[in-house]
């Protein structure tokens, strides 16, 4: 039993870290699957895949040679020079996305709530600094408490909206898109993205865990609860008309669907992007706390400083310029991955 509850508290950290501001609100999916219909569910079913395989393997990898950052991960991936240079790419990327995050919660103050940005951006920080102050538990207790709850939010709207009459034709449906191409990468890159920027916080966290067994299984949960989320989402967002057009197009279909939780919901959504803008304070903290002898309480105070500046972005820019380019950069990183050695048969 101790080792179950040890997978599900893993899975829901390596869930939580994925699910930020363009997974939970639905923009992301609009923006890497959606928008390409039926080929975006295919998209989906092969991101699924790389989630559940190579999500584990990056935990089981970091438990094997004892990774405590992704420093040292990347070390291993890239080699004791390139790595330099992918490492500073992921200090910049991490500082990206968790702007993306910030800009995010304050878009849900302002879009859903009709309050100011700022509010939803100053109340992340404030939350952040007190769950960095409590370390490696609250980043656990903080995803164990979401995550179960962003779950059957999701399959709840999905039940809500399958057995409509249009659902079969709007699934099937392949709209058309000037940049139609994207389609074929969009799962490598979507699935390379994420998974380059969650290593941040999956590679310290597997080598606090002795267990190797709970490792690798938290790490295929975690895959197969993406892979659920993923195709619950986007069953829902092909029946929005007009998509593409929505900051937050999740909530759009909670508030016509079940007005009376719509307020549950919105709470839920702050949460996911709470969970990763700690992820990726967390992962920026342990990386920085390499080179500085001081309280590491500077650290998380400077860093939430930089991306305070970042935040003040629109977010759908950020997500729509940021998220593909980092992307891309990424495919490298899931290429070496899967072409290490496969993990120690448990």
Known sequence: MKRWSGVFQLAAVYVGTIIGAGFATGREIVEFFTRFGFIGLIGILISGYLFIFLGSKIMVKAHEIKAVSYEQFNEYLFGKWFSKFMNILMMLMLLGVTAVMLSGAGAVFEEQLNMNKQTGVLLSIFLGLIVMAVGMKGLFAVNTLVVPAMIIFNISIMFATIFKPEFLEAIMKIPHADDGWKAVISPFSYAAFNLAMAQAVLVPVAAEIKDIKTVKY????????????????????????????YEIPMAVVMKSLAGSLYGIYIFIIFGEIFTSIIGGVFGLEKQLANYWNGRRIFITLGIFG??????????????????????YLSLLFIILLWMKPAETRL
């Open 218 to 245: 938290g790490g295929i949960l975690g895959g197969v609860l993406l892979t659920i989320i993923l195709v619950s989402s986007h069953f829902t967002l092909v029946m929005i008309p007009h998509v593409t057009t």
């Open 306 to 327: 930089f991306v305070y500046l970042l935040s003040f972005f629109e977010y759908s820019q950020l997500l729509s310029y940021l998220y593909p380019l980092f992307g």
